[in-house]
């Protein structure tokens, strides 16, 4: 597995460190995800959020004490991605751990999801220059086939099957996306573009 990383490319309330090891001492609040695993700490990424003063309280659990959040390991290849990033809602955080993506919301940490994306190959943010393009953003999740777009609202789009193994970003351009993927008919690598303020094809 590659070492962790972190991107913050989107403003967030809260701050996190990924720890070499499970403390010790465990803070009051711990949450394991997704739940009910087997052996869910083997390998799992162990990280310590600290909610900022701005995080939204939505339980009776005060938001402001940090939490450790125990995220169970997908896979040891090191194609499947570890690390931290922000999302377009400040409020959530997006841990992945070998592959297997929880979105968590800090203010709440019993609010989670658990991408279907199994494993998420490659997480890319989009944070458009024209505001109006996309608002918000998007955070991509790059599976096998297609792609995954979270927005500030929750999940944005999927895309159709852009490839039938492994997709390539090449790049973004304004709000377009250019990639390539792998069609089995051809046996060809095949470019397509993507609007991604929709998540639909556009000829090119």
Not at 81 to 86: D, K, L
Not at 87 to 95: E, F, Q
Request: charged content about 20%; glycine content about 8%; some cysteine.
């Amino acid at each position: 597995m590659v070492a962790p990383s972190f991107d913050g490319t989107f403003a967030h309330n809260w701050t996190a460190e990924i720890l070499p090891n499970r403390p010790m001492i465990l803070p009051t609040r711990h949450f394991v995800y997704p739940g009910q695993v087997d052996e869910v700490e083997l390998g799992a990424l162990e990280v310590l959020v600290q909610p900022g003063e701005a995080a939204e309280q939505t339980s009776a659990v005060p938001a402001l004490q940090p939490f450790l959040a125990t995220c169970a390991l997908g896979f040891r290849d090191p194609a499947a991605p570890t690390g931290i990033w922000a999302m377009p809602d400040p409020d959530w955080l997006c841990a992945v751990s070998g592959g297997y993506a929880y979105l968590v919301n800090v203010a709440d940490p019993q609010q989670f999801t658990m991408l279907r994306y199994r494993p998420v190959l490659e997480v890319r943010p989009y944070l458009p220059e024209d505001p109006q393009a996309v608002p918000g953003g998007l955070l991509l999740f790059i599976g096998h086939n297609s792609l995954l777009a979270w927005g500030r609202d929750g999940e944005a789009w999927e895309s159709d099957k852009l490839s039938w193994e492994g997709v390539t970003i090449d790049r973004i351009d304004g709000s377009t996306l250019f990639g390539h993927g792998w069609d089995m008919r051809t046996d060809k690598d095949l470019p397509f573009a993507l609007d991604l303020a929709s998540g639909k094809r556009i000829e090119i």
